[in-house]
């Protein structure tokens, strides 16, 4: 009977959705998180009776014919890209990033990777790095004697000293843009890399060929909405539950038949 694997290609997709749905609570707190979706596409069909075939001898064509759906499958698991609201932390190394654009660190494998998570850090040699240590390309060493840092909104970075009014130039932040965002691999930790579907980075200064700007002493919130997880959290429960009654139902068609005499 094939209602059974019907239903249950409709269980598992249910349960992919629960599982993303999962995933974006999970992440409500996490910096620069952007909401995932999952998207689903309708199998394969077994022409029982193909549309446009001649089904007499006078010529009438079935204007429809017999399509059988067969379930089911995951199509793709979609990252939302949209700006994240900005909270202040009027932390030095705190920097959001107001429209579209991405950091760019390099991992210990000397592979660059990709993030919008501007909660940045400084090691004892003054080298600014990410959260998990990555050093921010292009590399920004902050000297030892300098009391404070300003980021300007075009990734500028000027410190100041004490014996000094004037500050001093000692750095700018790029940011990278992609044609294609949603084509960028997650790896955790808040970062992408480069895929053959997102494109080549497109590096620039901030502000400029359509990139955003930066604040400093803000962090990008998740863009995750938690009443709309929830509601669809209930509605993926749903589907679920309704497609497990479809397979009882199936199963107990299934007992009537052999228990025929």
Do not use: C, W
């Not at 349960?15 to 620069?32: D, F, K, P, W």
């Not at 990709?114 to 790095?129: A, E, F, H, P, S």
């Not at 930790?189 to 980075?201: C, D, H, Q, Y």
């Not at 962090?219 to 589907?239: K, N, P």
Request: glycine content about 10%; hydrophobic content about 40%.
């Amino acid at each position: 009977m094939r209602a059974l694997k019907i239903a249950a290609t409709g269980m598992l997709a249910q349960q992919m959705r629960v599982e993303t749905i999962s995933n974006n609570l999970a992440n409500m707190m996490t910096t620069g998180y952007n909401a995932r979706r999952a998207e689903f596409a309708d199998l394969h069909y077994q022409q029982m009776a193909r549309a446009g075939t001649v089904s007499a001898s006078d010529g009438t064509v079935l204007p429809t014919g017999v399509q059988l759906g067969l379930g089911v499958r995951p199509a793709s698991i979609t990252m939302m890209v949209q700006q994240g609201s900005l909270a202040q932390t009027n932390g030095d190394l705190d920097v959001a990033i107001e429209g579209r654009g991405l950091l760019e660190v390099t991992l210990p494998s000397g592979v660059s990777a990709y993030t919008r998570d501007g909660g940045l850090k400084m090691t004892g040699d003054g080298l600014i790095v990410t959260s998990d240590g990555h050093p921010v390309v292009p590399e920004i060493t902050v000297p030892s004697d300098a009391r404070s840092i300003s980021i300007n909104a075009e990734g500028e970075i000027y410190a100041y000293f004490v014996d000094q009014v004037e500050p001093e130039l000692i750095g700018s932040f790029t940011l990278a843009g992609f044609t294609n965002e949603k084509g960028l691999e997650a790896i955790g930790s808040n970062l992408f890399l480069e895929t053959p579907a997102s494109g080549p980075a497109l590096v620039s200064a901030p502000g400029e060929n359509g990139l955003g700007t930066l604040r400093q002493g803000y962090l990008e919130s998740s863009s995750v909405d938690a009443v709309r997880e929830v509601t669809e959290l209930i509605e993926a429960q749903r589907g679920y539950e309704l497609n497990s009654k479809v397979i009882t139902a199936a199963d107990q068609m299934m007992s009537a038949t052999t228990q025929i005499r």
